[in-house]
């Protein structure tokens, strides 16, 4: 479904990613575990286009994407939920869902794309018409992915969604990412969590300043001795 080809990417003299290849089938919840600063966040901006690759290519579905701006990349069915949550703090619940599905405009599958983001998360419902600044930090998680779903995308991108969390909020929102997997998303999860993302991912690679050191499917990076010592505080 997704292909990362050899894709470097630089921030003015930083090197960033040097060299990344990856693959997301259909159906599967892929991880990209790794410390701060290894190019995680860099790898979901390169594939959605708003970091522009200095060489190297993405491709999704047999097409090549490396050059399409980040709305075209919308349609063609990639969305991100970004780090931070980044929701719009003045606007409601409902409003900030309705941004979500700008591309689209078809009234009727905005509409189940409503109800479907709804029965995922309730909450949601009881407090469309709060404005999104006054929600507590696991509503707007909820939120900033079910504004991600409004496009109704074939390959979801989460960028570090258990980030500020409590635990109780941290299970919830990886339960969610297996239901919204098994509703037929593929997931690209991008996660500091490398416990809870190896319990749900499939496969997982490992990235280390801006290189894949690392792939494998999930069991086996878990009982992966060097990935344990870094990534999963075990000895």
Do not use: C
């Amino acid at each position: 479904m997704l292909s990362i080809r050899n894709i470097n990417t630089h921030y003015g003299n930083i090197h960033a990613l040097k060299g990344i290849s990856l693959e997301v089938k259909q159906g599967e919840i892929v991880t990209l575990i790794g410390s701060n600063g290894a190019g995680k966040s860099t790898t979901l901006g390169s594939i959605t286009g708003l970091l522009k690759a200095t060489s190297g290519e993405v491709w999704f579905k047999g097409q090549n994407i490396t050059n399409a701006s980040p709305s075209e990349i919308v349609k063609m069915g990639i969305s991100l939920s970004p780090e931070g949550r980044e929701v719009f703090p003045a606007l409601t619940v409902e409003e900030n869902l309705q941004l979500g599905a700008f591309t689209r405009k078809d009234k009727k599958g905005i509409k189940e794309s409503y109800e479907r983001v709804y029965e995922l998360f309730p909450r949601l419902f009881e407090r469309k018409k709060q404005t999104a600044g006054t929600l507590s930090g696991g509503e707007q998680q909820m939120l900033a992915i079910g504004r991600a779903l409004m496009s109704s995308p074939q390959l979801l991108l989460l960028d570090e969604p258990s980030l500020g969390l409590a635990p109780n909020l941290v299970l919830m929102i990886f339960e969610l990412i297996q239901s919204i997997n098994k509703q037929g998303t593929t997931v690209l999860l991008v996660e500091q969590n490398a416990n809870m993302a190896l319990s749900i991912a499939n496969r997982g690679y490992v990235l280390e300043t801006g290189k894949v050191t690392l792939s494998d499917d999930a069991k086996a990076l878990s009982n992966n001795e060097s990935v344990r010592k870094a990534y999963l505080g075990h000895i």
